[in-house]
């Protein structure tokens, strides 16, 4: 035994020594070589494993695919096939909305099924009448009559039920939101849930001929309305300036309900002052632009921008507005003015504070502090000196905007601060605009007078 033993190990020792003698020879193997022999052995080694255990579970190899990429731009068949698939898709979410005749069948079922007593003249309906009403109305009404949504719309009555018309304008708000939402996918040429402005353009020029408020529009006049109407979107809804937004943030805001109550033929001349996509609206917008374009090339130079509103805006804020602002040779389009536009009109507003604000902080550092607040005002205390009017000490001016604001920095002032004060209208005003700084000074006395008009007026 003990020869055969050594026999044996005589073997493996000559083996093991060849086995040395060749790993010198054989040439050194790179890096990758060795990490894919690492990963071959690996997946052997693994499926050997999974392979032997019992019950093994190889549902992995069924994983569905979840991601498509979308196609490219010379993938002509591949895109014809996208879009004709979301049309469909469209289409057939469009037939599941309830239609006019569906929606006066179910006014009458609720109106049928009414439980009493009435509170003054409204209809009320309990829990179990409301069922009721569910199960008659058809599948499509189904998703509405769920107890969750019956007890969103129940309040004070001590009857237990919900209103009638309440419960009815809610699903009328419903199918308006899913009509408005599919109206605007058709748009989404990118087909991800956004409108370019090009999208939102195309969107808003077709929808011109239903709204009867803008019949007296010129036709010439169609691509201005268009560029007046879609900049309010992206002013609002685009703060960051990426070309898009998401239709959810559309149908989120109010803007759409503004521009679709054009529809109603007897809107008030006051709402159609009040509202920013009117025909007057946007004519007023339109002209105040081309009557400041005293040169009459389609563009405004810092020149013919000062005598914007009242005229009072400095000189250092116009500088800012052509330093910060997209300019043509210095100039102004009509698309930046109404950026313009926009954030002085709406100064109580975020997205217009964070225009003001990007304009006031000269030195970029995010948060307005005791030398940029000094820098625009001396031009306001410059107006002043040109009126005739003693200047006001900034000191003065500087304490009253930090009160009014309260920063969490007592001497830096940042855009939130500015949004959290509710001030930031009166704030921008004092710094940019002689007049508004001249209403703010004299306020309490601009206060008096109303009241003495008012006291006038009841007199009478």
């Known amino acids: ?263 109603d033929e007897e809107l008030s001349k006051e709402s159609q002052e009040t509202n920013w996509f009117s025909a007057p609206s946007a004519l007023r917008v339109y002209g105040q632009y081309l009557n400041l374009d005293k040169d009459h090339n389609g563009m405004l130079s810092k020149e013919e921008l000062s005598r914007y509103g009242t005229g009072t805006l400095t000189n250092i804020f116009l500088d800012r507005v052509f330093q910060e602002c997209l300019t043509y040779d210095g100039e102004m389009d009509y698309k930046t003015y109404l950026d313009f536009v926009l954030a002085l009109e709406n100064r109580k507003e975020p997205a217009a504070l964070q225009y003001i604000f990007k304009l006031l902080d000269i030195e970029n550092k995010g948060y307005l502090n005791v030398f940029s607040l000094n820098y625009f005002f001396r031009a306001i205390q410059e107006q002043m000196k040109i009126h005739g009017q003693e200047p006001v000490s900034f000191q003065d001016v500087k304490d009253e905007i930090f009160d009014m604001v309260k920063p969490k920095d007592p001497y830096k002032i940042s855009l939130q601060d500015l949004i959290n004060s509710s001030q930031g209208d009166t704030v921008t005003s004092i710094l940019i605009d002689l007049n508004g700084f001249w209403t703010y000074e004299n306020r309490e006395v601009l206060v008096a007078s109303d009241n003495d008009s008012a006291a006038d007026v009841d007199d009478t």
């Open 1 to 263: 035994l003990s020869r055969a033993a050594g026999r044996a190990w005589d073997m493996d020792w000559k083996r093991s020594l060849r086995g040395r003698l060749a790993a010198r020879r054989a040439p050194k193997k790179s890096e990758q070589e060795l990490k894919d022999e690492e990963m071959e052995l690996f997946t052997k080694y693994y499926m050997e494993w999974k392979g032997g255990r019992k019950n093994g579970n190889t549902s992995y190899t069924n994983i569905p695919r979840f991601y498509y990429r979308l196609p490219a731009e010379d993938e002509v068949l591949l895109q014809k096939l996208r879009e004709e698939s979301r049309a469909v898709f469209l289409q057939r979410k469009s037939r599941e909305l309830l239609d006019n005749e569906e929606l006066q069948n179910l006014w009458f079922l609720l109106d049928k099924h009414q439980t009493s007593p009435m509170i003054g003249e409204e209809a009320m309906i309990n829990y179990e009448n409301f069922l009721k009403v569910g199960e008659k109305a058809g599948p499509k009404c189904k998703q509405f009559f769920t107890a969750k949504i019956f007890a969103k719309l129940l309040h004070n009555d001590p009857y237990g039920r919900i209103s009638i018309m309440q419960f009815f304008n809610y699903v009328m708000r419903k199918v308006w939101l899913h009509q408005t939402r599919i109206g605007l996918s058709l748009y989404d040429v990118a087909g991800q849930g956004y409108l370019r402005e090009s999208d939102l353009e195309n969107y808003i020029l077709e929808l011109i001929p239903t709204l009867p408020q803008l019949d007296g529009l010129e036709k010439s006049f169609y691509s201005f309305y268009v560029c007046t109407a879609v900049r309010k979107f992206f002013f609002f809804l685009d703060p960051l300036r990426t070309g898009k937004i998401k239709i959810q943030d559309i149908l989120a805001c109010s803007f759409l309900d503004d521009l679709l109550e054009l529809r």
